[in-house]
């Protein structure tokens, strides 16, 4: 268990001689920590779903990790859940970037390791944002529909017909303008626009923040809640591509609000369990498109007998590879090892017995975090065997996606094995 609580000088962007805000630093299997509290910054940390502040009187709260990291800052605190075995920053954004786009390459974002989250994560926007915008701004062709007294493109016939009927002008056209306003220059406005609102940012990287978000001037600001377009990498937007990951990963995962007069708060809040069953299933069925069949992520199989849909038990395994339409292997993904506090040996080894007979497959592949020994247990009075197969997320990215490549590998020469023991 490891907890720190410290205070330093800062203000709502860190300037000299302003309110100390006081840093309480938690690892994500800490049993918590007793600090003094005042009831706005309780209710945004209950808020955010980083921890839980439970009042004990006198203005003394209990703080305690609730199964995920990221930070939280108000303008009096700053508490920050760090991952187990001290998972850098670079680490968890390449996770991250990695579940969400499969071509996504281990070194196309480098994150800043400072000695806090927000530090860090303001210097590395900043840096790939200056490096994305140092040949100027990307521009690229953007559809535009429009109500025009001209043909400008093609018309839209059947939208003419439905708005305007029996109008010769206007015309509803539609055509394509070579702009800046694009998504990838909105997305990055957004991102720059974010951090720049974070309380504790450094004068000087808030001011760097800031001139290149002037930059994006011309650039259509989004909407808070509004879901992030949709871009693609490309040879035109390479470049870009680090900061766009990054910033992705900003404004999906925190968020920054204004209080009273120059008060503010921030979040950046990331459950780790679904980042790493995320990426596990996607390296995975990237390693397994070596091999004959098909993968399928979150695969629905039925563990019981049952005439109504009522009494139907449905087990759903991380990971089910399928050959010529019949599960072969079975995967599960989970962050908490069976070292951890709170985490059950038994209750996953329960699991994989489950998808097993569910599945009617000989062998169950228990993926976690961690640097020991791969594992074969053997079920008693069955034919089963679960395989823990550790994922060592402290080394550097090619390595991680080498051992997912070793895992795929492996399993397959098991349904090799297996093939051959049956005939």
Known sequence: MRASSQQRPAGRYGAPGSRAVRRVVLDELSGGVVERLDPASAAFLNGSGLARASPMGMGLYRIE????????????????????DRLGLDRLLFLLGYAGDQGFRGDSVAAVEEADLWSALAESMAQLADRALSRGVLQGYLTVDEAL????????????????????????????????????????????????????????????????????????????????????????????????????????????????????????????????????????????????????????????????????????????????????????????????AGASLSGDHYRMLAYCTSLRVPTAWLVYPGAGEIKLRRILNTDIDVVEFPLDLSRPPSEILASVADLAQQSWGEVVRQATISR
């Open 149 to 340: 007294r001209t043909v400008k493109g093609r018309i839209r016939i059947s939208d003419q017909i439905s708005r305007r009927p029996g109008m010769l002008v206007p015309l509803e056209v539609s055509y394509d303008e070579y702009t800046e306003d694009i998504a990838e220059n909105r997305i990055l406005r957004a991102a720059l626009e974010r951090m720049s609102q974070v309380p504790g940012v450094r004068p000087e990287v808030l001011s760097r923040l800031r001139q290149l978000k002037g930059k994006l001037g011309a650039v259509t600001r989004l909407q808070s809640g509004a879901p992030l377009p949709v871009w693609r990498a490309s040879r035109m937007n390479t470049r870009y591509q680090g900061a766009l990951r990054l910033a992705e990963a900003i404004l999906r995962h925190s968020s920054a609000e204004a209080g009273d007069g120059t008060q503010q708060s921030a979040s950046f809040v990331v459950d780790m369990s679904i980042v790493f069953e995320d990426f596990v299933g996607t390296a995975l069925r990237e390693a397994m498109a070596a091999y004959p069949g098909e993968m399928r992520l979150r695969y629905n199989a039925l563990l019981n007998e049952a005439v109504r849909d009522s009494d139907r038990i449905v087990v759903q395994p991380g990971a089910v590879h399928l050959l010529g339409g019949r599960p072969v292997m079975v995967y599960d993904a989970r962050y908490q090892a069976a070292a951890d």
């Open 65 to 84: 990790p609730v199964g995920k990291v990221g930070s939280v800052r108000t303008p009096t605190v700053q508490l920050e859940v760090r991952p187990k």
